[in-house]
């Protein structure tokens, strides 16, 4: 077993990487002081993930929201709900699926290595009946239906419908109502037993706790298994956009919109990319930030106004949106600021703000156990580490700012999407 001490001497904090013999990568982030512990353990397998082969062996398709599906199907087993369990720990537990990862976290102030028990228990112990199976897809349904409902949702991935052509990023983390129709329990094995291998998944524990103690429940409870090759496959993607306007009608008080720049994602980024570009981001639209007392001094905007970078396997995006009483001028006026900074470059005292606002912003998430844990997750699982990205904000130049400028955002090729009444023009 191979035990690494990663430190940082700007942050002044320190965890270990453990290569378990199960194949499993564990991390410890020990916060002295601290009664609480959370602890999240996940696997690199998302919604996208519906096109794959295992050991160079023939190509499998499933179908969409099976990742989703599992995550809810997982929870069960013959024993019982693992709520149930950790109710009796008085741990709180959760789950979710995104594009890329699937993840089961909780978090507690007592009985740690009880609650940690169960979460290496059940997640390795799946459990699928064709009655469980079925029961679940009105469940989901109702889910999926209720995502339909909902404006904020609906406005982004009309964006990601308009954006992209080909890749599954576009469509919903829980499918649709026909595609989860399709899934068996033993397409739900099938998935299981290729992605929830150990060594395709990564548990992260921050707070109350210790390495030894971790490992000597990591021991206890982990199975080994043979590592496996998985390839996934995605179609060609082109860097150009499909559409560059969408709209949908809704019952909203106030229009919603979302505004998405197709980046390329030839390969993921790298730390002092990412800290490049969310330096660059929050010099261009933070709530200190030019353009957005412009926004506000036009009434285009209000404090929803909200900015990102979405990037995972095979697609990247900078996203501005939020409420708006005229999307298209606020869109406009975002993509002609950021025609007219490309010219000059950034300013040296805007980049300086920014740079401190991020770095802060970075160094005081070292204080939350969950964002520790989700965060180290999030990295490891992108082939970067936290400690790095943090040093790179710290050390960055505004030079490097302006390089990152001038390769993005390119206003000839995003998408603007909008939620409103249907009375509105």
Not at 141 to 150: A, F, N
Not at 153 to 181: C, Q, S
Request: proline residues 4%; aromatic residues 12%.
């Amino acid at each position: 077993m191979n035990i690494t001490e990663i430190k940082s001497e700007i942050a002044g904090d320190s965890y270990y990487k453990v290569e378990h013999p199960s194949g499993l990568t564990i991390f410890v982030y020990p916060k002295e002081g601290y009664t609480s512990s959370y602890a999240i353990f996940g696997t690199r397998y998302g919604s996208i993930n519906t096109k794959f082969s295992v050991n160079g062996g023939d190509i499998i398709t499933v179908p969409d929201g099976i990742a989703h599906y599992l995550e809810h199907k997982l929870f069960e087993s013959e024993e019982g709900d693992a709520f149930v369990r950790y109710a009796k720990t008085g741990a709180n537990a959760n789950a979710y699926t995104s594009f890329e990862k699937t993840c089961y976290l909780f978090s507690c102030t007592d009985k740690f290595d009880e609650s940690l028990e169960i979460l290496l228990d059940f997640v390795q112990d799946p459990y699928f009946t064709a009655q469980t199976v079925a029961k679940e897809q009105g469940i989901i349904g109702q889910e999926i239906k209720m995502y339909d409902d909902s404006p904020d949702w609906r406005v982004m991935f009309n964006m990601l419908e308009g954006m992209y052509h080909n890749h599954p990023v576009k469509i919903d983390i829980a499918g649709t109502v026909e595609t989860i129709a399709e899934i068996t329990a033993e397409k739900l094995y099938e998935v299981y037993n290729v992605f929830y291998n150990l060594n395709n998944m990564v548990l992260c524990v921050a707070g109350n706790v210790t390495v030894d103690g971790v490992l000597k429940v990591a021991d206890k409870m982990l199975k080994p298994c043979e590592k496996k090759e998985i390839k996934n496959y995605f179609e060609t993607e082109p860097y150009e956009i499909k559409e560059p306007y969408i709209e949908q009608t809704f019952p909203v008080s106030m229009p919603l919109f979302n505004l998405g720049f197709k980046e390329k994602a030839d390969k993921p980024l790298n730390e002092n990319q990412l800290a490049c570009t969310d330096i660059l981001l929050s010099a261009l639209a933070s709530n200190t930030s030019t353009l957005y007392r412009k926004l506000m001094d036009s009434n285009l905007i209000n404090s929803s106004f909200s900015y990102e970078l979405f990037e995972g396997p095979g697609y990247c995006s900078v996203i501005f949106g939020g409420e708006s009483r005229a999307p298209k001028q606020a869109a406009e006026m975002i993509k002609q600021y950021i025609s007219d900074i490309k010219k000059t470059g950034i300013d040296k005292e805007d980049f300086e703000i920014a740079r401190k606002s991020v770095y802060g912003d970075s160094v005081s998430s070292l204080n939350s156990v969950s964002a520790i844990s989700n965060s180290i997750i999030d990295y490891e699982m992108q082939g970067n580490e936290i400690f790095t990205y943090i040093d790179a904000v710290a050390n960055a130049r505004l030079e490097d700012i302006n390089a990152r400028l001038a390769e993005m955002l390119n206003v000839n090729n995003c998408t603007l999407s909008v939620v409103k009444q249907p009375e509105e023009v």
